[in-house]
């Protein structure tokens, strides 16, 4: 190919950018449409996918349509599928078709959502939007803020450092902070990203029910002053990821006050069960937390990658993230447009409001609140079904869309051991099938089958389905126990 036949603009034609963008739409709408008969679980090993899809760099051009086709039959079908009814592990992605289309929007129109010069409409849309969650939640929008982020782990991360800032100022060094045992991963993470020590992060153990026990961190933070420390935050969860366990958040509230701690909430998974029937009584002191985590790409039903945080005061993310480069001087603008930048660590930012407000402007707060209640409901009726059972055992009851529960037949005399190496193998026996994606967890040292409810398009015959196949695999290895 000759230098000038190279499309040097990047440019296609009218007619060309109509016909690629409606044949995408076209893949989206049949994903959307029939992704419930599809196996949900992708399966592959790094050398599978090297043969599948390792090639050099391409130099010279390829016809748009022809990549298309290839991502779409080689790329995408390698992915499970997190929106599927049958996709209970982790926290499933059910996502929605309104604001897979918005983020279309953002991305089509490039929008840079940092700061107000350069998209006053991205930049009011987000206050709009996080003055509606700040409601929601009890924050008050008078001098509440927060930001969208990248996820849970990133607002975690951002909350934590505006904590240290504000309770440890530039010295940390004798710092504590404290968590439950069954607090997410992501916050350790954030932890030590920030500086922290082991030394300096204490795990509170819980109790039967997972949530964390008042007394041992009342303990903690006593020993820790004798010993000359300076403790200065505390990580509740409300909706554990392992459980859906909310701790006691009001108790939680009045010792960070007496003892003033930093009371950070991480509802990344939970929080949105406020919008539930009792959810308020669930989720009872949350409205007393300094900072809080919540995921709207998790049970708010927007695509990835949508966290946020949210605190009781503004000026707090601006006072610690805030810098006056030379070259941003003349779009300051004044306090009352926000510059997102300035809330959070990402410059760059994406137009992620857009997606939260078309879908709950399009569908209502009130199809999102019967979602969720039926998902909890869901949970329960799941739990039910279980205890009528003689072959599962529950291990958590449904709390919050969460079920954890294992297979041990009353009628057998098996060891802890052989019980958990029974329920691993049922856990990879149906994820091999494809059929549905179901994975274990640990809990109180041992085995168990996990499911996370929170797709509104699951319903009690999937999970049906997915318990008697389990069933069938279970009774297959019990029949072999001396390969157990």
């Not at 953002?106 to 940092?114: D, E, K, Q, V, W």
């Not at 060094?173 to 920030?194: E, P």
């Not at 505390?234 to 007496?258: R, W």
């Not at 099938?433 to 109180?444: C, D, R, Y």
Request: charged share 25%; hydrophobic share 40%; aromatic share 8%.
């Amino acid at each position: 190919m000759k230098k000038d036949d190279l499309n040097a603009k990047l440019e296609l034609s009218k007619e060309d950018m109509k016909q690629y963008g409606y044949t995408i739409i076209d893949h989206i709408v049949a994903h959307f449409e029939t992704q419930d008969t599809k196996k949900p679980v992708a399966i592959a090993t790094r050398e599978e996918m090297d043969s599948l899809l390792t090639e050099s760099i391409p130099n010279q051009p390829t016809p748009a349509n022809e990549v298309l086709e290839f991502v779409m039959e080689q790329v995408i079908p390698q992915s499970t599928i997190v929106s599927h009814p049958k996709s209970y592990s982790f926290v499933p992605g059910p996502s929605n078709y309104i604001s897979a289309m918005a983020d279309t929007i953002a991305t089509g129109f490039n929008i840079f959502s940092g700061g107000w010069a350069a998209s006053p409409g991205a930049a009011e849309l987000e206050i709009l939007t996080m003055n509606w969650l700040l409601d929601i939640f009890g924050f008050g929008t008078k001098l509440g803020g927060g930001i969208f982020t990248s996820g849970g782990s990133m607002a975690n991360l951002t909350a934590l450092v505006t904590a240290r800032r504000i309770k440890c100022g530039d010295d940390f060094s004798k710092a504590v902070i404290y968590l439950s045992d069954q607090a997410h991963s992501s916050n350790i993470k954030a932890i030590k990203v920030i500086g922290f020590k082991k030394s300096q992060i204490r795990i509170i153990p819980t109790d039967l029910e997972f949530k964390i026990s008042l007394n041992k961190l009342k303990n903690a933070i006593a020993k820790d002053r004798l010993q000359g420390l300076e403790p200065f935050c505390m990580i509740a969860s409300a909706g554990t990821t392992n459980t859906g366990t909310v701790d006691p958040l009001d108790e939680i509230a009045k010792i960070c006050k007496d003892e003033n701690l930093w009371f950070h909430i991480d509802g990344a998974y939970g929080g949105a069960a406020i919008l539930a029937n009792n959810g308020k009584e669930i989720l009872k002191g949350i409205e007393k937390a300094d900072s809080l985590t919540v995921d709207p790409h998790k049970w708010f039903f927007q695509p990835y990658e949508m966290g946020c945080l949210l605190v009781k005061n503004h000026n707090w993310l601006s006072g610690t993230f805030s810098e006056k480069p030379e070259y941003l001087r003349d779009v300051e603008g004044n306090e009352s447009e926000i510059n997102f930048y300035d809330h959070g660590i990402q410059l760059t930012r994406r137009f992620r409001a857009l997606k939260f407000y078309m879908s709950l402007k399009t569908f209502g707060l009130d199809s999102f609140k019967k979602a969720i209640q039926y998902n909890i409901e869901l949970a329960e009726q799941t739990e039910d079904i279980l205890r009528k059972s003689p072959k599962w055992e529950i291990i958590s009851p449904a709390t919050l869309a969460v079920i954890n529960y294992r297979y041990h037949p009353i009628d057998q005399k098996l060891s802890e051991k052989e019980i958990d190496i029974i329920n691993q193998k049922i856990s990879e026996k149906i994820i091999n099938s494809g059929e549905a994606l179901l994975v274990t967890t640990v809990l109180l040292g041992q085995v168990v089958l996990r499911m996370c409810l929170i797709n509104p398009r699951t319903t009690i015959q999937h999970i049906k389905e997915t318990i008697t196949q389990c069933e069938v695999f279970g009774d297959e290895i019990l029949s072999q126990k001396s390969d157990i």
